[in-house]
């Protein structure tokens, strides 16, 4: 079984919306933090955002425009994106891991990641 899938990616004009999901493994999902991360070619990984003991937390980049959230029942972790723009072009992750709070945003502190999946933004 796999611990994490992403889905929901997909070809977007800029200031559409889309909604990604992770499903995670019942274990993971209860015993992990869960965060999104992007990818754009030629870059790094870069923390998106993450919900970690009720609290949600974004990158500047995407605070006010991206929305993070959980569905217990679902194991299920959401990225609502919305006003879409060609710089949010990029391969989605996300990863679970244990991270302390200094580190949430270091990609080095998720131990499992999924395969991603791809958003693409047109101007």
């Known amino acids: 079984q796999e611990r994490l899938v992403e889905s929901g990616g997909g070809f977007m004009q800029t200031g559409d919306s889309l909604r990604l999901s992770c499903a995670a493994s019942?274990?993971?999902?209860?015993?992990?933090?869960i965060a999104w991360f992007r990818q754009a070619p030629g870059k790094e990984r870069e923390f998106v955002a993450t919900v970690r003991q009720g609290r949600t937390y974004y990158a500047d980049s995407v605070k006010g425009r991206f929305s993070v959230s959980k569905d217990n029942t679902k194991k299920t972790v959401f990225l609502q994106m919305n006003n879409l723009t060609p710089e949010d072009t990029a391969a989605y992750y996300c990863?679970?891991?244990?991270?302390?709070?200094?580190?949430?945003?270091?990609?080095?502190?998720?131990?499992?990641w999924g395969q991603g999946t791809q958003v693409t933004v047109s101007s």
């Open positions: 019942t274990d993971t999902f209860s015993s992990y933090t």
């Open positions: 990863g679970a891991g244990r991270p302390i709070l200094s580190s949430l945003r270091n990609p080095q502190s998720y131990y499992y």
